[in-house]
């Protein structure tokens, strides 16, 4: 049979055996690292096309939810942009990413290397492809990575360095010490000056806890004194006025909750490598004390490898792994749990001490507002919180060369994943008052198959491609939840009421995708087209056979000679796919709607929702368009890239209100568009003793919301009852809507009687949490066997809802609230009722009046929404790193590479606003950026790295 025909049949059985599988939605998770091996935190991680991204954590770690079919762009300032293609096989999974400089290949000029590759070819021994393989050239002709040991390129030298044994043994050790800490000017700026009280009769008044006051606008500490007595709430007595009591002089009681905190990380490592196999184990371990003191957590990870290197054709490759992890946090954030303990702390006044003790006489809870708030210290010692993950997960992969043109993959990987997690707190605790416990455990079982058939045929001029993979997922979700309440004081014993809820779901699915491939290339110029076809069958949602996507892109090399301009790249994608449901819909941003700010203290996130078949799949239309652009310039190589997306999503699914509970629905259409463009280069050789490798990336991005289909005016997503981010449409995605003042046609606030302004009866949008754009900076200079680098992250706009500042201002203990309650005849800027000017002169705080006509207690517990909108903007010092390294190129040297570091994270930050890190969301959640209320503040990070190999 002729090449022609074989080609025609062979396209034509690929394009009727499959059409690419989708799967199902599910959580990807990992660890980014640079090349060498050190986690990277604060890379964004966002879903292309969409406005859902999280950043990488201290460890680098991070955990997204996506779908198959999604593309997760990592990104960050002077490392280069990665992308990848959510599959089934990776849920449930903990990936090791690799992130490299963002830095293009300089062409070989040492003259020292052509005459080596001369006088090799004198010998008559064949030097394959460089461009085409994976290995480096040894004595034995053809590229056995495995064996080199070092390879050391100079001007005028290439010098090589292999392992002689044929089986060799590698034994690394890694271990990373640090310190982690809250800065103090990372946190809300608090008021040191005035006690509990309120006024009475005319007068400021100290007023404790016995009393049930809950403010903090008494008299200034400095004007009281203790009287000795018997009183519980302090162990000096009650404060007085100066005169009346023993003249032991107040105290400003120091409540910080934060401490530093150290973590540790142990890896070691064993390989044995020959000239065709790999046999790897791999351990690491990971404890951590949490910043309050109290717990200390902890991880193991287990991971054994196997791979046969033999590419012979007919012979089957073999790539296994198994690893097993299990993580157990003794301090989790379930429930809100440290949002409250962050609440309640900032709130309690100076003249109170959380530390004195946490229970009373009567067995009832110490706190400075009795039945209303917790004393943190209550809190800490008396809740049963935890979090344990277990996951193992089995791989096997085969390769198999059967002609020169034809080779086939299988993948078989199994998945179980566990996670437990158990919530309590004891009777009289103020949201809880009966005591409360949860053990919530959900299982997960995936087993996932993929058979890939590939043929590709070259030519001098073209290549052929053509890939058909089926890659089949069985889904299995156990699902309980145990709720109790009613105990026994200081116990969990004997509960008043109980309820368990159970559930079990099961899914195939099967994504079925053919690609056909042609490039073709022509001296300086390489073209290269794609037509794919993905299909999505399942057992529980809605099947899809056609989704094409078309690629194509071009490439010219040297020639444009003009400004040395050395390669120019175009490329240009559109696709169609989907989004379906995880069995378990993991967005938890909808458990707090259904709350007022002032009912926080009783949130919990286990009004979970699961998969129903009434769902429909999201329906993605994405374009793309991608430039790059490589050149020299003052003798220094630079390259510049440029991607614009644009996306559609129809039928995206939330959570919404359907007869008093939340359901999942089809029910917005989104728009999403933006770009990024690229900047690096590079001063300096690479292999020479200096260079300095700048970068900088520039994103921005748009969403719009283009239809409700259900007609609602709006869609809340995430928030509280009272200020919410919301889907409407002609807006973007996750506008803020709160309570604002009142205004007239003309904008102006109008002004009550009073003097006080208005608050608006309805809703209004208030914010958007989308920044203007993003920015970052990369900075890597190498001296010698010093390396320096950091990363500087910045972004512009993003509107934020600062829901704490109003809650510190409405208790008193924040330091505006401080500065601002002695302002008097102040006069609001606005017009009267009747449009006339405003006149009427008010004070923030007269003793003369009751506390509720206090400037900041008059509007809540949440104040004015609008009025705590601020600037999202922020520059963060995202990490800093010196590492000085040290090899040994000598054959039998017993160290072969000792790396020794120092670095930081998050060590200076500034933003518009304080007390929130501009990371993180509101209860963790994922649609709950731009809401900050008593969310986690910047963690910054001081440690020592030391990595040796022998």
């Not at 490589?630 to 919404?656: Q, R």
């Not at 205004?743 to 949490?769: Q, V």
Request: aromatic share 14%; proline share 3%; with cysteine.
């Amino acid at each position: 049979m002729n090449y022609k025909l074989t080609t025609k049949l062979l396209t034509i059985l690929t394009f009727l055996i499959s059409i690419n599988a989708f799967s199902q939605e599910g959580i990807v998770s990992g660890t980014l690292n640079d090349n060498r091996g050190y986690p990277i935190p604060g890379v964004t991680v966002i879903v292309k096309g969409t406005n859902r991204g999280v950043a990488t954590d201290l460890d680098g770690q991070y955990s997204i939810k996506c779908r198959v079919g999604d593309i997760l762009v990592f990104s960050t300032l002077g490392m280069q942009s990665k992308e990848v293609i959510i599959n089934n096989a990776m849920f449930g999974k903990d990936f090791s990413t690799l992130i490299l400089e963002k830095i293009a290949v300089e062409p070989i000029t040492s003259v020292a290397y052509k005459n080596a590759i001369k006088s090799i070819n004198n010998t008559g021994l064949t030097i394959p492809n460089i461009e085409n393989s994976g290995r480096t050239y040894n004595k034995r002709s053809h590229f056995e990575y495995n064996r080199i040991k070092d390879i050391e390129v100079g001007q005028d030298h290439v010098k090589l360095t292999y392992f002689n044994p044929d089986i060799f043994y590698e034994i690394g050790y890694k271990t990373i010490n640090s310190f982690q800490f809250v800065k103090n000017n990372n946190l809300p700026e608090l008021q040191t000056v005035f006690s509990q009280g309120a006024s009475s009769n005319g007068e400021l008044s100290f007023q404790g806890a016995e009393t049930g006051n809950i403010f903090s606008y008494g008299p200034a500490i400095n004007t009281l004194e203790f009287n000795g007595s018997n009183y519980e709430y302090d162990t000096n007595g009650q404060l007085v006025s100066i005169g009346n009591g023993t003249g032991n002089k107040s105290k400003i009681y120091d409540n910080a909750l934060f401490n530093t905190s150290l973590k540790t990380l142990n890896n070691l490592f064993f390989n044995i490598t020959t000239d065709h196999y790999f046999l790897g184990f791999d351990f690491t371990n990971k404890t951590q004390k949490d910043l309050y003191g109290k717990e200390t957590s902890h991880s193991n990870d287990f991971i054994l490898k196997y791979k046969d290197y033999t590419t012979s054709q007919g012979k089957l490759n073999w790539d296994t792994f198994v690893k097993y992890s299990s993580l157990i946090n003794n301090q989790p954030n379930i429930n809100g749990f440290h949002n409250n303990l962050l609440l309640n702390q900032w709130i309690t006044p100076i003249s109170f001490s959380n530390k004195q003790g946490t229970v009373l006489s009567n067995n009832s809870q110490r706190s400075f507002g009795p039945n209303l708030f917790n004393n943190p210290e209550w809190l800490l010692n008396n809740n049963r919180n935890s979090e344990k993950n277990d996951l193992f997960v089995a791989s096997v992969q085969n390769k198999l060369k059967v002609t020169k043109t034809i080779k086939m993959e299988s993948k078989i990987n199994y998945t179980s994943q566990k996670n437990i997690q158990n919530f309590g707190l004891v009777k009289n605790t103020v949201g809880f008052n009966d005591g409360y416990l949860s053990n919530r455990t959900v299982e997960k079982n995936n087993l996932n198959t993929v058979l890939n058939f590939n043929y590709d045929k070259a030519t001098s001029f073209s290549k052929i491609d053509i890939t058909s993979i089926a890659n089949y997922t069985y889904e299995d979700l156990k699902y309980n939840l145990h709720q109790a309440s009613g105990f026994e004081d200081f116990s969990f014993n004997n509960a008043q009421n109980s309820t368990t809820n159970n559930r079990s779901l099961h899914r195939n699915t099967l994504r079925l995708l053919n690609k056909f491939r042609y490039n073709f290339r022509e001296t300086d110029i390489g073209i290269s087209s794609a037509l794919i076809n993905n299909s999505y069958i399942s057992s529980a949602q809605n099947n899809k056979w056609f989704l094409p996507t078309l690629q194509f892109k071009i490439n010219f090399e040297d020639i444009f000679n003009i400004y040395r301009i050395s390669n120019v790249s175009i490329s240009a994608n559109t696709s169609w796919n989907i989004n379906d449901m995880s069995l378990l819909y993991t967005n938890q941003s909808h458990n707090s709607l259904n709350l007022t700010p002032s009912e926080s203290l009783e949130y919990t996130a286990f009004n979970d929702l699961f998969l129903n078949n009434s769902l429909q799949l999201e329906e993605k239309e994405s374009y793309d368009l991608n430039a790059g652009l490589n050149f020299y310039l003052f003798e220094s190589y630079f390259y510049f890239g440029f991607t614009y997306f644009n996306t559609k999503t129809k039928g995206a699914v939330f959570p919404i209100i359907e007869d008093n509970a939340f359901q999942l629905k089809n029910i917005a259409n989104v728009k999403n568009k933006g770009f990024e463009i690229s900047l690096s280069t590079r001063i300096g050789h690479s292999y020479g003793n200096i260079y300095y490798r700048p970068s900088i990336v520039f994103s921005n991005y748009r969403t719009k919301v283009t239809k409700l289909l259900d007609g609602s005016d709006r869609i809340p997503i995430a928030g509280f009852s009272t200020t919410s981010k919301n889907l409407i449409v002609g807006k973007p995605a996750g506008v803020i809507v709160g309570s604002a003042y009142a205004r007239d046609s003309n904008n102006n606030i109008i002004i009550g009687t009073n003097g006080f302004p208005l608050i608006d009866t309805e809703s209004r949008i208030i914010g958007d949490p989308t920044p203007r754009y993003n920015l970052g900076f990369d900075n890597l200079f190498k001296w010698g066997d010093f390396k320096l680098s950091f990363i500087i992250d910045f972004q512009k706009g993003g509107d934020v809802w600062n829901g704490t500042q109003n809650t510190l201002n409405y208790f008193g203990t924040s330091q505006q609230s401080a500065n601002e309650r002695s302002i008097t005849n102040f006069v609001f800027n606005g017009v009267t009722q009747q449009g006339n000017t405003n006149t009427v002169p008010i004070d923030f705080y007269n003793p003369t009046n009751d506390i509720s006509e206090n400037k900041f207690v008059r509007y809540g517990f949440g104040g004015v929404a609008e009025d705590a909108i601020v600037d999202g903007s922020y520059i963060n010092l995202k990490s800093i790193d010196l590492l000085y390294s040290i090899k040994n190129n000598t054959e039998n040297t017993f160290i072969r590479n000792l790396d020794i570091g120092i670095y930081g994270n998050n060590l200076l930050t500034w933003s518009k606003f304080k007390g929130a890190s501009p990371y993180s969301s509101l209860y963790n959640t994922a649609s709950g950026q731009g809401l900050n209320f008593f969310n986690t503040p910047v963690i910054s990070e001081i440690g020592l790295k030391i990595n040796v190999k022998i």
